[in-house]
């Protein structure tokens, strides 16, 4: 009995250990791009793409020091091309399934992504950003990681922030909707891009509410491109989806009815951190029945009277 709760108590902690690896998570794209390389980027890479699951914390990393951000975020020296500004747009519904599904909603969405990262000079793709119980939002953990990753304060001429975004900070700008992000760039414009540093802008969209809610995400991305396009502006832009904070709204019962839809919906296609997934638990389970059937096995020899050859015949 005492080897039957030794095997039972493993099991048990092993399927914690399980849960603990695969917790309930979603993972969203990041695209990366400029309107020319201005020779920022690391060891004069064009383009680039991460496969690899990355945290908000090592999603900063790489786009400051394989994207060339450093340089403009950190650096408190100007020998680097200028660049006028540097837009960190936060979207709220795209996720990575969604990029391999055939129809999706928001299609303007993927239509404008393509298009940037198809004419830009630089680009960097990170089709898998992991939101577990992220602490804040996710446009001020990049903040965060922007300033840590700096070792000091950031080297900017302004930060602006559109109000439905969560910085933290003081003496920055804060922008009430699209038109006050365009009058914010035309006025440095206006001066002749005379400024020597350059404009970190955090562009939050929002599911609805008072900003452009009528606009569709891709409708709302795609008005900014072309906006700074035609401005003249010299930019580096990040897209971020951040579909937690959108989740985290919903009642649980729905959140999980939501992710378990998002796993199922139109998933034809298993990349490969879906297969290694998917090998891991095969093993796993594959594991847990080769345990259960030596417990099995365990327990039936030891229901089994068998003489030895000490014991006395027993008389009649």
Known sequence: MGVNMVFVLV????????????????????FLWGSDDYGLSLHGVKEGITYQ????????KSVLFEGGWSNIVCSMENHHPKVDIALVFVGRKLQSSDLSKTKYKDQALLDVLKLSLSHSNFSMAFPYVAFLEEKGKLDNSLFSEFIENCGHKLEMN???????????????????????FQDFVGTRMENGGNEKKTDLVFFCNVDSGQLDHVKSEGEILRELVNFLDQSGASYYMLYVSDP?????CLPNLSRRRILADNTSENSTTCDGVCQIKSSLLEGFFVGIVLLIIL?????????IDTPTKFETPQEL
């Open 11 to 30: 099991v048990v902690f092993v399927a914690a250990q399980v849960s603990s690896v695969f917790p309930a998570s979603i993972t969203a794209p990041a």
């Open 53 to 60: 699951t990355l945290s908000p914390h090592y999603l900063a």
């Open 158 to 180: 302004h930060v602006a922030y559109l109000e439905s975004c969560s910085i933290d900070g003081e003496n920055f700008k804060k922008l009430q909707d699209l038109q006050s």
């Open 244 to 248: 937690y904070t959108s989740l985290q």
């Open 295 to 303: 417990i099995s096995g365990l327990c039936c020899m030891m229901g």
